[in-house]
């Protein structure tokens, strides 16, 4: 089975500073996605940014990129010039490969929380 | 285009009570994810809908939760009856089966607390 790891229940990071949050990851399977969400206090849950398994370039939206580490089984969020609205929960989510019913499974991490210091 | 509702946002009961919770995804999405969120912890996949049939299941109580889509649209969850344990957002997501593109698009949710 499936698992995803996240090992920082908090993190802290000063405004336009610089925050990694990390994510590990454990499957079988070669076909897969990753993915980073946000989740603001009472607000709902948003995509952040995805990461295709059998692509080796990471992947980046504006201020937000990852390190994909395939054989390290690592996914890791970079937030370069953090701002206050960058706090928030954020979960690490491992989506399957498609399976018979042409779904997929999700499956999500315990999550890190983000606090932006001004 | 319309996000993913769901209702009530906030709801109080006593143990042992039922509670229903109603989604609506968003249009002419096919697959539907019900997730229990407790406080501190990430999404788990309750049950997941493609259309109106049951995808996947195995992480419902079903001794006291059930839930049905029955015209592949709207979905209802239910708890009957309901525990301490239970205390926890409620969360929908729906997505448009797009292979390598697809997203899960999550609802508000409801916060459930159970006294």
């Known amino acids: 089975a499936q698992t995803v790891t996240q090992s920082q229940p908090e993190m802290s990071v000063q405004e336009a500073e610089t925050v990694t949050l990390s994510c590990t990851y454990d499957t079988s399977e070669s076909d897969y996605y990753l993915f980073w969400y946000k989740q603001p206090p009472s607000r709902q849950m948003i995509l952040v940014i995805r990461q295709e398994a059998y692509k080796q370039q990471n992947a980046t939206e504006n201020r937000f990129s990852v390190n994909f580490q395939k054989a390290a089984k690592s996914f890791s969020l970079k937030i370069s010039d953090s701002q206050l609205g960058d706090a928030a929960m954020y979960f690490c989510a491992y989506r399957s490969a498609v399976r018979a019913s042409g779904t997929y499974k999700y499956i999500f991490g315990t999550g890190t929380r983000l606090k932006v210091l001004a | 285009e319309a996000g993913v509702a769901q209702s009530p946002r906030y709801k109080i009961i006593e143990k042992r009570q039922s509670v229903a919770f109603w989604c609506n995804p968003i249009s002419g999405h096919a697959t539907l994810y019900w997730y229990q969120q407790i406080l501190g912890q990430g999404p788990k996949l309750l049950i997941q809908?493609?259309?109106?049939?049951?995808?996947?299941d195995s992480q419902l109580p079903k001794d006291r939760f059930s839930a049905e889509r029955l015209k592949g649209v709207d979905s209802t969850l239910k708890i009957q009856p309901a525990k301490l344990e239970d205390s926890a957002v409620y969360l929908c997501a729906s997505s448009l089966n797009r292979g390598g593109q697809e997203t899960q698009y999550f609802g508000p949710g409801t916060r459930l607390l159970v006294l």
């Open positions: 809908f493609q259309n109106n049939g049951v995808v996947d």
